[in-house]
């Protein structure tokens, strides 16, 4: 009994998580209500109070479903210390952009973020775990590009954080114009051509 009894609270979570998920997309985060999740989710405000303890709770967990397969693709990355760490981070960049380009509740949920979010004072903690996130891939990828300086692979002139920034900025510029207009392009077809090309940029002339 216990146990059907964990499984079907965990089931009102998911429901309550996906309903958040959908109203937030369709009308933006500031504007979706705690009563208005409930509603969709067919429960009560209190079950709401139970698995989460505030919008930006719910906000957070909501995100949390997509970090992990990035969150595995960093420690990944982190945790290599030979081979071709430029070839590593454009797999690790192709592959995370593959993912979003494949999985629909994947761009749903950086839509929310990018283009249907207000980083207001409410959802602060989410924001804050979203910059701790967005801290340790520039770490990662600093130190795998420090691999690559050491390797005589980067540019002189080129410092392995600028290096990083640089990624970073433009994967999440490249992302965000995607999600705006998602049927311009082929993301999957396109991922690899368009990492290669911001990464040749940062190579040494052979």
Same mark, same amino acid.
């Given at each position: 009994?216990?146990?059907?009894?964990?499984? &079907?609270?965990?089931?009102?979570?998911?429901?309550? #998580?996906?309903?958040?998920?959908?109203?937030?997309?369709? +009308?933006?985060?500031?504007?979706?209500?705690?009563?208005?999740?409930?509603? *969709?989710?067919?429960?009560?405000?209190?079950?709401?109070?139970? !698995?989460?303890?505030?919008?930006?709770?719910?906000?957070?967990?909501?995100?949390?479903? =997509?970090?992990?397969?990035? !969150?595995?693709?960093?420690?990944?990355?982190?945790?290599? &210390?030979?081979?071709?760490?430029?070839?590593?981070?454009?797999?690790?960049? =192709?592959?995370?952009?593959?993912?979003?380009?494949? /999985?629909? *509740? !994947?761009?749903?949920?950086?839509?929310? =973020?990018?283009?249907?979010?207000?980083?207001?004072?409410?959802?602060?903690?989410? =924001?804050?775990?979203?910059?701790?996130?967005?801290?340790?891939?520039?770490?990662?990828?600093? $130190?795998?590009?420090?691999?690559?300086? %050491?390797?005589?692979?980067?540019?002189?002139?080129?410092?392995?954080?600028?290096?990083?920034? %640089?990624? +970073?900025?433009?994967?999440?510029?490249?992302? %965000? /114009?995607?999600?705006?207009?998602?049927?311009?392009?082929?993301? *999957?077809?396109?991922?690899? @051509?368009?990492?290669? @090309?911001?990464?040749?940029?940062? #190579? $040494?002339?052979?």
């Amino acid at each position: 009994m216990a146990r059907r009894t964990k499984a &079907e609270a965990e089931a009102t979570r998911e429901a309550i #998580l996906d309903a958040a998920e959908h109203l937030f997309y369709q +009308h933006g985060v500031s504007r979706t209500t705690l009563a208005k999740i409930a509603s *969709q989710a067919d429960v009560t405000r209190g079950a709401i109070y139970w !698995h989460f303890e505030d919008k930006a709770d719910l906000f957070n967990a909501m995100l949390a479903r =997509v970090r992990l397969p990035f !969150h595995n693709l960093l420690k990944k990355l982190d945790a290599l &210390e030979s081979g071709d760490p430029i070839a590593q981070i454009k797999e690790l960049m =192709v592959s995370g952009l593959t993912l979003i380009g494949t /999985s629909e *509740q !994947h761009r749903r949920v950086l839509t929310i =973020v990018f283009h249907r979010c207000e980083y207001i004072d409410e959802l602060n903690p989410a =924001v804050n775990t979203q910059a701790e996130l967005d801290y340790e891939a520039l770490e990662i990828m600093e $130190k795998t590009f420090r691999r690559a300086k %050491s390797n005589n692979l980067l540019r002189d002139d080129l410092d392995p954080k600028v290096a990083a920034y %640089s990624l +970073h900025v433009f994967i999440k510029g490249l992302i %965000s /114009s995607y999600l705006i207009q998602p049927n311009e392009c082929d993301l *999957q077809s396109i991922a690899s @051509t368009m990492v290669d @090309t911001m990464l040749r940029g940062m #190579l $040494k002339a052979r």
